[in-house]
């Protein structure tokens, strides 16, 4: 352990958002005024199941699903016993012949081995016994978990129907927004947390997404061993659903874990002064789980070989081209969630980025394979013909061997040889494609932009957006991989991990520990090359890399438009819109090329589809001038009614007139802002004040209203996206110009090694120091690397640390020999209790 190094130093948090006189707080009800949801203890499972009952469209819709996955556990495994012991495939393959009394005609039962038969069959294999008490005892362990959870759920029924008024027939028709406004409501009358007054957005969204939260700050620090070199393969990222199972039961509800419950870190990890004995008890953990991962690998194997046959083998023979469907990789969601955003809309999010997505992979068809695909599909189609127009003639052709599973082969070949031959009426354009990828996913590195032509842009944006059977291979391959991820990678960040915890862990009051960057303050965690200078007292180390900070705090604040976040925070958002909105009043969007926003969103016109959401808004109708893009987020309803009829789906036709250009705000008395602001209030059910009563009307109304959320958040993702391009660019010739001047008057860097030391550095950055290390530097550039650091898997025990290069390109020059010092243990520090991060 004494060879572990870290990156990481202690955030000290140094502001509070609790009201004067809120600072310990604690609510005092008399017990005989006491309401049924007062003081509910583990708020975090009860937000949990209260949002999984809303996603799962209620209590029915849950307990069915869960009582159909009990039933598919059963038979798979009876199946799949069945189908090892008791079925006679000499008669079934015709090798065997059967003497009938009644009939010439075998049957399908001949096939069946008699009962005594099957049943010594199955008590004479070991390894069936053995594959069927592990089941059994899985089993029981859901049927037990299932009972559980029908009586924790009974509770959330009766909350949606007592106490927020919410039926489980009317639950769908609810967005989440509207129900965890009402429970922010209620918290005044029932007090369901008695250490704050009043609930806010964000304290519901760290008791959801508290874990979650710290899984995508260690993916964004790159301090998860999810990225590997390869022989032959390259750089490759394997991210998988046991592995992060894995990684979720060793750092947060395992056995050991480093919670002692589901919103409080144990207090030795708080403190820095045996980070030692905690990084070895830790490597020690993960060193047992990797070896109980190893022991159980045959069985998890042939679960997952049997789950994936019974799952995939009847969509590949209906459509076997589904194969070559592409999917959001576990890392690409993990890498392109912010912070503090739940699953429905980070779906909703990556599923209107999805098109243009494949839109943009088919751009790299192969004209070597197109050829081949063609001539293949010509020989298979020629035999097909053949043997579909002898099947019409005489249908006892289909009785030869063999000829009905030539037909369906040949069937399949021809489905997927035609998925390597592209349209050849289709006209595509990277950059502008991914430029549409970019407004909605919000994350992109910098040298993808200009480089959407690139090959080896197209395989990084291939580790976000993996073909199906990459994925299913991928699942498959996890039981016998991910034993060894742990053993031999994980262990390696053990200290570093103790270190994570402790230094970016803040005490929110009514909340408990939650990540320090889930905070989204720009003060603490921004980055200067995001519209954070001048605001962040964030190290190199403190900062959220890829801009994750200012964009998810722009995300929470669009999609929460009544949370009030810190001053630092509120400063950079109203600076931000400001901007925006200064130059839409100005006229420069339809008027100069170089404005930002106009330049980051022209290409979305020229979409392939019409409907785009950022086309509407930016050359939309005139009812789209009015629409007010402020913090408060509501829209009048005759500018809604109007603007749904460009926006929604159902509309067959654009009335492309006016521009984003003429944009207004409207005043704050006008009608319709008072009727937006009161059917986005936190007390009124937005169906309430809709043109009409009906369920289906209020949630269209809702529809338009998180249309134009995503359109808003899409538009300052690009605008925030243009604004560090340029900056990046600026940085470039300062500190080109700068390295010039300083060989012109032989003046060393020397002088001041700390600044430079520190100076935060691009990928696209011009490299100054010694040749040594602009090699290195080159090197490193040339390296397909985006998400992180590289774990290699074959090499010697100890890590050479490199240089990060994340997606959004900022990494810190090393030098030569250079190690990263350890945090220096506390002393006397150890006794101290841990800083209390007051929020309410």
Known sequence: MAHFDTEYQRLEASYSDSPPGEENLLVHVPEGSKPQWHHIENLDLFFQRAYNMHQKNGLTCMLLGEIFELVQLVFVVAFTVFLANCVDYDILFANKFVIHTNSSKVTLPDAFLPMEVCSARIRNNVFVIFILVISGVFWLHRLVKFIYNICCYWEIR??????????????????????????????????????????TELDIYHRILRFKNYMVAMVNKSLLPIRFSLPMLGDTVFYTRGLKYNFELIFFWGPGSLFENE??????????????????????????????NLLLCPVILIWQILYAFFSYTEVIKREPGSLGARCWSLYGRCYLRHF????????????????????????????????????????????????????????????????????????????????????????????????????????????????????????????????????????????????????????????????????????????????????MDVRQHGHPAWMSAGKTEA???????????????????????????????????????????????AGQLGATSENLAFTSTQSLQSESEPRSLIANLLAGPPSLASLHLGRDGSIGMNEGASALRSLSPLSASLNLRGSYASARVPRPDHPAVAAGRAMAGSGTDARTVSSGSSAWE??????????????????????????????????????????????????????????????PRSNTFPFGGTPNQEGAALQMSGQRRYGGTTES????????????????????????????????????????PPHIHKVT
Not at 349 to 356: D, E, P, V
Request: proline content about 4%; some cysteine; aromatic content about 10%.
């Open 698 to 759: 209020g949630q269209l109304t809702s529809m338009v209203l998180s249309e134009y959320a995503s359109t808003e958040m899409s538009i300052h993702a690009l605008y925030m996206h243009e604004l560090h391009k340029q900056q990046s660019r600026r940085e470039v010739s300062r500190h080109t110009w700068h390295r010039q001047e300083s060989d012109e008057s032989s003046e060393s860097v020397h002088d001041d090694p700390e600044a430079s030391h520190n100076l």
């Open 340 to 519: 503090n955003e739940l699953d429905h809309e980070l779906m909703s999010r990556l599923s209107k980025g999805y098109k243009a997505s494949s839109k943009y992979m088919n751009c790299f068809m192969s004209p070597l394979l197109t050829v081949v695909a063609k001539n293949v599909a010509f020989f298979a189609g020629s035999i097909l013909a053949v043997l579909i127009t002898l099947t019409v003639y005489d249908e006892d052709v289909l009785a030869v061997e063999h000829v009905l599973s030539s037909i369906t082969l040949l069937g399949v070949c021809i489905t997927i040889c035609r998925s390597f031959i592209p349209d050849k009426h289709m006209v595509f354009c990277p950059e502008q494609l991914l430029k549409v990828i970019l407004a909605h996913i919000h994350y992109m590195p910098d040298h993808w932009q200009g480089n959407a032509h690139r090959y080896e842009t197209r395989d990084e944006f291939a580790q976000l957006f993996q073909y199906k059977a990459v994925f299913i291979l991928e699942e498959l391959l996890s039981p016998v991989i991910t034993p060894f991820i742990l053993i031999f990678c994980l262990r390696r960040k053990s200290l570093e991990i103790i270190d994570f915890f402790r230094n970016f862990t803040v005490e929110v009051v009514g909340v408990g520990d939650t990540c320090s960057f889930a905070q």
């Open 539 to 585: 190290s190199i180390y403190q900062q959220a890399e890829d801009g994750k900070t200012e964009l998810s705090l722009m995300h929470f604040a669009i999609t929460n438009p009544h949370w009030q976040p810190p001053r630092e925070s509120t400063h950079f958002i109203s600076q931000l819109k400001e901007k925006v909105h200064r130059e839409a009043a």
């Open 158 to 199: 009766s909350f949606y129907i007592n106490a927020l008024k919410v039926s489980m027939a009317d639950l769908p028709y609810f967005t989440w927004q509207e129900v965890q406004a009402r429970i922010i409501e209620i918290q005044k009358e029932h007090q369901i947390c008695i250490h704050k007054k009043e609930l």
């Open 793 to 832: 898997l074959c090499g010697s025990s100890r890590i050479q640390r490199t240089p990060r290069v994340p997606m959004g390109g900022w990494t810190e020059e090393t030098q030569t020999g250079r190690h990263h010092e350890p945090v220096p243990e506390e002393g006397s520090d150890d006794e101290l």
């Open 263 to 292: 919103w409080s870190l144990k207090s030795e990890y708080k403190r820095g002064g045996n980070r030692l004995e905690l990084a070895d008890r830790l490597s020690s953990r993960i060193l047992w789980i990797g070896i109980a």
